[in-house]
Nanobody, 120 residues
Framework: QVQLVESGGGLVQPGGSLRLSCVAS????????MSWYRQAPGKERELVAV????????NYADSVKGRFTISRDNAKNTLYLQMNSLKPEDTAVYYC?????????????WGQGTQVTVSS
């Protein structure tokens, strides 16, 4: 079955960096567009970034543009999110998921996510 296992979250000070990873199994990773979403307490889940199946195209939410970078290693079935210049408003649980090329439509079940907390 499809499995998505996110990791790399933690507690970081404002201005710091984290790198999230998502290891995928149970489907042909290299043929699927992938997205990162996040959900902050009391808020709806929101799209953060999307990458096409080959990695040739990426797109970001305005709130993270210029600070976050999405990438993938199809040989390792792994999706990444490099997060720099973190802000308290980036605090959320981060999830990876298969998606449309725009990231707006997502497919399958959510994993457990990884908690990112930005605080001094």
């Amino acid at each position: 079955q499809v499995q998505l296992v996110e990791s790399g979250g933690g507690l970081v000070q404002p201005g710091g960096s984290l790198r999230l990873s998502c290891v995928a199994s149970g489907f042909t990773f290299r043929l699927n567009h992938m997205s990162w979403y996040r959900q902050a307490p009391g808020k709806e889940r929101e799209l953060v970034a999307v990458i096409t199946s080959t990695g040739g195209s990426t797109n970001y939410a305005d709130s993270v543009k210029g600070r976050f970078t999405i990438s993938r290693d199809n040989a390792k079935n792994t999706l990444y999110l490099q997060m720099n210049s973190l802000k308290p408003e980036d605090t959320a649980v981060y999830y990876c998921i298969r998606s449309s090329s725009s990231g707006v439509i997502h497919f399958g079940s959510w994993g457990q996510g990884t908690q990112v907390t930005v605080s001094s």
